[in-house]
């Protein structure tokens, strides 16, 4: 059993008779009021997704799942096909891929978590290095402040902000948690 205030992103509780993982779980403070927590979940059973609020000192089962290291293989619509050490193939749909999908690339290590032998998310490293596909050119003499600009990256083709410096074939890397440029990887 687990308190409300202390679920994290990416643990799965039972909620009613559903396991449902932690998405975003904020944690709210107020001055009068009792501290609460604002959970968005999903169901792992069905992938429908809800949002809940509770009090702070409310109990949750929390499951342990089955994790296991694996690679991307590739890509056979609409699942996603992972192999680990064993030669096992794991197939995951597609939306039970998150933001992973931004950022899969073929070879990659992962990490495959399972619930009653079905394989339902992907947690990908924290940080990926990825080359900028296409950029536009930075304005020249704008320098006011942090001037970010959109950037495609290899091989998915995902756009995300980046600062104005960083050009075409520079390599970046990028918090697979928050989805954001983090810096730009020399070589």
Not at 3 to 21: C, F, Q, T, W, Y
Not at 48 to 72: H, I, N, P, Q
């Amino acid at each position: 059993m687990k308190l409300a205030s202390e679920l994290r992103v990416g643990n799965v509780i039972m909620n009613g008779k559903d396991p449902m993982v932690v998405l975003r779980a904020e944690y709210n403070k107020s001055g009068r009021n009792a501290a609460v927590v604002k959970l968005k979940l999903k169901n792992l059973l069905n992938n429908s997704g809800t949002e809940t609020v509770c009090k702070a000192d409310e109990k949750y089962d929390v499951l342990m799942l089955d994790k296991r290291e694996v690679t991307y293989s590739y890509f056979a619509e609409p699942l996603y096909v992972f192999m680990d050490g064993e030669y096992n193939q794991f197939e995951v749909e597609a939306e039970s891929m998150g933001d992973a999908v931004h950022y899969i690339d073929d070879g990659m290590p992962c990490e495959v978590t399972f619930y009653e032998g079905r394989a339902i998310s992907v947690e990908m490293p924290n940080s990926v290095v990825r080359e900028v596909e296409y950029t536009e050119p930075a304005v020249k003499g704008d320098t006011s402040g942090k001037v970010m600009k959109p950037a495609r990256i290899k091989p998915t083709g995902f756009e995300l902000p980046v600062p104005a410096f960083v050009e075409i074939g520079d390599k970046i890397e990028i918090d697979t948690r928050t989805g954001e440029y983090r810096s730009r990887v020399k070589g």
